[in-house]
């Protein structure tokens, strides 16, 4: 395959080599998985996708986790030779549901490797793509686009969480469910609503009521205290709530409202540091990701403002379009995605499937590794 020799012609040093936590071990595969779940939340993957753990035994040890974009055999030598035992794709190696597992052929020859030697392995692909920090933002970054940035195509529900609490302890869970990401509403974080009433209880006999006394109606002062939260981190927040709440039994409404997350979605648009023609803006992406790129559609014009999706990008040529934005980078663009950016007066240019995810990776390790107590590294294949 032509794009197996090219990768190895780029070489073990193609990639930064970054090793992080390098004096640190031991975690489990779950406390892993679990924390790649907070970066990249799998409700916020397409429904034909498949994210999360793929191989592996929860309970496990891992002692060193191995980032790449691929799931190759390149990329298990690497892990090996490494001593990884748990690693992170970008792609899925099980994407569609497997009726057999031919140890011949891929996936299955992976599948039974990594059953071998006993290594996990997860997959963080359109939950990645659509999250907070996630492809796009990386790519956005790694192409010198200016901020803030705005979203091409939103993905994700919000929920709103309602708690009942004293006064004195309303605080304490307003920043619990703060540092489970609710409460944000654009720039803001820790936004609520507050509103007192009167709670009724009469606890039975093998109640512990925080106040009064059981078998007695009680009536006590307290807050509605209302927060948005992501829908994937419902969760966790109300876990949260209840941690901090000093009633024996919590009372929370839990209900859906309009909206989508901050940052979740695909695509970035940004400004470029100074105006560019299309082939100018061609030459820079080809010079910043280390690939060639295409131009696709070329209306003649200066471009200040700039939309990037990484990865597959071709459906989203007209969402593209709509931000405003003057050129669309993304990679995956055929014939008939040319001809509508040319339609809409998009210049748009192609950059490759693997080069515009490529820049992800590393912010990826980085916040691993600063959640996760083991070693984090990137994988030097660029396939």
Same mark, same amino acid.
């Given at each position: ?8 012609a780029c070489g073990r040093g193609s990639l930064p080599r970054r090793l992080y936590n390098a004096h640190l071990a031991v975690a489990r595969v779950r406390d892993? #998985? ?5 970066? /990249?939340? %799998? +409700? @916020?993957? &397409?429904?034909? =996708? ?10 496990? #040890? ?5 980032? /790449?974009? %691929? +799931? @190759?055999? &390149?990329?298990? =030598? ?39 030697r006993d290594l996990a392995v997860y997959a963080a692909h359109t939950s990645y793509d659509a999250a907070p920090g996630g492809v796009s933002v990386a790519l ?202 040319d339609s809409l007066g998009l210049t748009a240019i192609d950059a490759g499937h693997a080069a515009t995810e490529l820049p992800s990776l590393e912010p990826l ?19």
């Amino acid at each position: 395959m032509w794009w197996r020799s090219a990768a190895l012609a780029c070489g073990r040093g193609s990639l930064p080599r970054r090793l992080y936590n390098a004096h640190l071990a031991v975690a489990r595969v779950r406390d892993i #998985a679990e924390t790649i779940e907070r970066i /990249a939340p %799998t +409700p @916020l993957s &397409e429904g034909w =996708d498949n994210c999360g753990l793929q191989v592996g035994e929860p309970a496990a #040890a891992a002692n060193r986790v191995l980032v /790449a974009l %691929t +799931p @190759l055999d &390149e990329v298990f =030598d690497e892990a090996e030779d490494k001593g990884a035992d748990f690693l992170l794709f970008h792609h899925p190696l099980i994407f569609d549901p497997i009726k057999s597992v031919n140890t011949g052929s891929y996936p299955g020859n992976l599948v039974a490797r990594a059953l071998r030697r006993d290594l996990a392995v997860y997959a963080a692909h359109t939950s990645y793509d659509a999250a907070p920090g996630g492809v796009s933002v990386a790519l956005a970054e790694a192409l010198g686009l200016r901020g803030p940035f705005e979203i091409v195509s939103p993905r994700g529900e919000l929920r709103k969480l309602v708690v009942f609490v004293l006064e004195e302890n309303v605080d304490a869970i307003a920043d619990a469910l703060a540092g489970e990401g609710a409460g944000v509403i654009g720039e803001y974080t820790h936004c609520t609503f507050r509103t007192p009433g009167t709670g009724t209880f009469l606890g039975g006999e093998t109640t512990d009521p925080y106040l009064g006394e059981r078998g007695r109606l009680e009536k006590v002062e307290e807050i509605r205290l209302e927060i948005v939260v992501p829908a994937h981190a419902t969760r966790r927040a109300a876990a949260a709530a209840v941690a901090a709440h000093p009633y024996e039994e919590v009372a929370f409404d839990l209900y859906p409202v309009d909206g989508h997350p901050e940052g979740c979605g695909y695509g970035r648009v940004g400004a470029l540091p100074a105006p560019m023609t299309p082939e100018e803006l061609t030459e820079h992406v080809a010079s910043s990701l280390g690939f060639s790129a295409r131009l696709v559609a070329d209306p003649e014009r200066s471009i200040e403002r700039v939309a990037v999706l990484g990865g597959s990008g071709g459906s989203f040529v007209a969402e593209a379009a709509a931000s405003g934005a003057q050129a669309y980078i993304p990679g995956d663009l055929d014939y008939h995605d040319a001809l509508l950016a040319d339609s809409l007066g998009l210049t748009a240019i192609d950059a490759g499937h693997a080069a515009t995810e490529l820049p992800s990776l590393e912010p990826l390790a980085r916040r691993l590794a600063e959640m996760v107590d083991v070693p984090v590294e990137v994988s030097w294949m660029r396939r």
